[in-house]
């Protein structure tokens, strides 16, 4: 029953705020009505042309609620003076008069059978807006991409491949080993953002390094519009005195530092006893593993790994560690499939046979396999006669999609497949070039240069000899005030290894050189670290240089810089990888400057040209530096002790450039293979 007349003790439900329950007109005048809601006890004025509401009537055999809470089924309605009286019965068929001012006020109308019969419906063109609404958004859910496109970044299709493949699985698992500055972080997060769109997760646990915590905060937020909770000692012991039983319980997304975990044993159990539906661990490289020695932060992410449904492992070096290293992560993912390091070993050697299989169909399709009988029975050996005599008796036109699939099968069963995805910058392009510029100082006259008893570790980083006063005699400042000042537009990042020297170079270029520089170390707190780094990316009013500890080396994207000095060189060739990826990254617009500035026969200019010359690590990706360290380790830190032989130099790099050769072209046939 609809009508416009209001006329006092009426009974009025308003079409847009049904919570406010049954109204009663305490007024109408003036082209305005006055509503009273008692049942939460405001009074609302609307304008009688277009007031929202709708005339509460009750048909007969419908049931209504009294104010003193009796529950009454009407029999008849009556009208009289414009407002309705109903005869109806109670419980004990007793009849009784209601006058609909008596009417509970609290009554909602929430179902749509008791909206419909209330008379509150909505225009027709209302109805059709959510209709349609409801079949889009069922569209946007079917699609393969749900998910991954609602992120605020650049759609790159290597990160949308990987993004995709992991997250079409019910529990992912998987170890994203891109080279360093292909996006490791964004995948991982459109990896999270679609498994939470499509409620497969909702309990996610992200573990990083204390100095990434706040990074990865703001990019969760900024970039997948995604709210972690950041719980470290003290955000746990706050909540306990709160109330909170389990810290881990209190929020759905949490960001923790691993070192929460290696040194507390209790909040280890109470993240263990919260469950997760997905855990990433980023920098997975630091969690150490051999056959003899077993890292705590290992154990740590075990235990939480076998409580998690789904793990995402990055790290941009996966085989820095050595092969036990890679193996230790690959069985975090997966334990049943690698049980035993000997095995996985031997597994391994088989990735170029594999990939010549592979090669081998793709090139040779059908009419290859039914001639070489020798791989018909191998491929048969590893995927059964069914699905190989399938694919030779389908049609031309179908072989290639039943072909992909077969691939995909042999790789995912023989190889990593499932587990490990890379992409590398063979197969990205777009990258800027990087440029290396060597600056060769004279070292002051007293700095010892063949000296047995001294370590390595004192020869590469010559402050640590010069004293005290080291900046004032060390050349390497000296250069580095004059370039500097030089190129006063340049945003600069200066790499060195430890703290101290950090924060010696910056105290004495903002307050003897009046350069604006800031320091970024670990000595810092997290905040500090952050402020430090927002000061550096400032295009205006921020500092022109930034000087990192190595702390500085992993995690931190710097693509707004152009220039690198290196103020002195890791032993790690992956180090140094990481290092220049602060820089040479995605979002990178310019080539990347690399300045080095070392000293004439020094152990410095032996390991830069043994860089350089031997691996190439400066001006490109060198994926088997690592592996060739620790091959020639001995004969490069001989070298590096005797920076004046220059035969014996002259050896390890023609050495060096020969197993560099070999082991590109096992991995280009193996591991980082296209097909795998």
Same mark, same amino acid.
């Given at each position: ?500 020297? /950090?924060?010696?170079? &910056?105290?004495? !270029?903002?307050?003897? *050189?009046? $350069?604006? @520089?800031?320091?970024?170390? #670990? +000595? ?9 780094? /927002?000061?550096?990316? &400032?295009?205006? !009013?921020?500092?022109? *240089?930034? $000087?990192? @500890?190595?702390?500085?080396? #992993? +995690? ?30 995605? +979002? ?89």
């Amino acid at each position: 029953m609809s009508q416009t007349e209001f006329l006092p003790g009426q009974r009025w439900i308003s079409n847009t705020e049904v919570d406010l329950g049954l109204g009663v007109v305490v007024e109408s005048a003036n082209r305005r009505v006055e509503i009273n809601f008692p049942a939460i006890g405001e009074i609302r004025t609307y304008a009688i042309d277009n007031a929202p509401l709708s005339r509460v009537c009750y048909e007969a055999d419908e049931e209504i609620h009294t104010d003193d809470g009796r529950v009454l089924r009407v029999k008849e309605r009556l009208e009289h003076n414009g407002c309705f009286i109903y005869i109806a019965v109670d419980e004990d068929n007793q009849e009784v008069v209601l006058p609909e001012l008596n009417l509970d006020s609290s009554v909602h109308f929430s179902k749509p059978q008791e909206r419909l019969f209330a008379g509150q419906i909505d225009r027709h063109g209302l109805y059709k807006l959510r209709v349609e609404t409801l079949e889009h958004r069922h569209r946007i859910e079917q699609s393969l991409a749900y998910g991954l496109m609602g992120a605020r970044v650049q759609l790159l299709p290597h990160q949308l491949f990987i993004a995709s493949e992991v997250s079409s699985r019910a529990t992912p698992r998987a170890l994203l080993a891109d080279e360093v500055g292909l996006g490791k972080t964004i995948e991982a997060g459109m990896i999270l953002h679609q498994q939470i769109m499509s409620e497969r997760a909702s309990r996610v646990l992200i573990l990083l390094p204390d100095s990434l915590l706040h990074q990865w905060l703001v990019e969760m937020h900024r970039r997948f519009n995604l709210t972690f909770s950041l719980l470290d000692q003290e955000r746990c012991e706050a909540l306990e005195e709160s109330g909170q039983e389990n810290p881990f319980e209190s929020a759905q997304l949490v960001i923790s530092p691993i070192s929460l975990m290696t040194r507390d044993t209790l909040r280890l159990q109470q993240a263990v006893d919260a469950g997760w539906d997905l855990m990433v661990v980023d920098e997975a490289h630091h969690l150490g593993w051999s056959r003899e020695v077993v890292s705590h932060a290992y154990h740590c992410v075990e235990r939480l790994a076998d409580a998690s449904h789904g793990l995402l492992l990055l790290t941009a070096t996966p085989e820095q560690l050595g092969p036990e290293g890679h193996y230790a992560r690959l069985k975090l993912l997966d334990p049943q499939r690698y049980p035993d390091l000997d095995q996985f070993l031997q597994q391994e050697q088989q990735y170029f046979h594999l990939n010549h299989i592979v090669g081998s169909l793709v090139e040779g399709g059908a009419p290859f396999l039914r001639q070489d009988r020798h791989t018909q029975k191998e491929l048969i050996a590893r995927l059964g006669e069914s699905a190989v005599k399938k694919w030779l008796d389908t049609s031309e036109q179908d072989q290639p999609a039943l072909l992909n699939k077969m691939i995909n099968e042999l790789v995912d069963r023989q190889g990593t497949g499932r587990v490990l995805f890379r992409n590398t910058r063979k197969t990205v392009k777009g990258f800027p070039e990087r440029k290396f510029f060597p600056y060769p100082l004279v070292a002051p006259n007293f700095f010892p240069k063949q000296d047995d008893d001294l370590s390595l570790e004192a020869l590469l980083h010559p402050e640590k000899l010069l004293g005290e006063d080291w900046i004032s005699i060390d050349p390497r400042v000296a250069w580095l005030q004059d370039w500097l000042k030089q190129n006063k537009r340049q945003k600069v990042l200066v790499i060195c290894a430890h703290a101290q020297t /950090a924060s010696d170079l &910056d105290e004495y !270029l903002n307050l003897r *050189v009046g $350069i604006r @520089s800031t320091v970024f170390h #670990e +000595g810092m707190s997290l905040v500090n670290r952050d402020r430090s780094a /927002a000061y550096f990316a &400032d295009q205006e !009013l921020g500092a022109q *240089v930034l $000087i990192c @500890s190595e702390i500085g080396s #992993e +995690g931190r994207n710097f693509q707004f810089c152009h220039h690198l000095v290196l103020f002195d060189l890791p032993l790690s060739p992956d180090l140094l990888e990481q290092r220049i990826g602060r820089l040479d990254r995605i +979002g990178q617009t310019q080539d990347v400057h690399i300045h080095l500035p070392y000293y004439r026969q020094s152990p410095t200019e032996v390991l830069m040209h043994w860089y350089h010359e031997g691996l190439d690590a400066f001006e490109r990706v060198c994926a088997v530096g690592d592996a060739l360290y620790h091959r020639l380790a001995q004969p490069l830190n001989h070298a590096m002790r005797h920076p004046l032989r220059e035969k014996a130099l002259s050896e390890l790099q023609h050495e060096t450039i020969n197993q560099r050769t070999e082991l590109e072209s096992a991995l280009a046939e193996g591991r980082d293979s296209y097909w795998k």
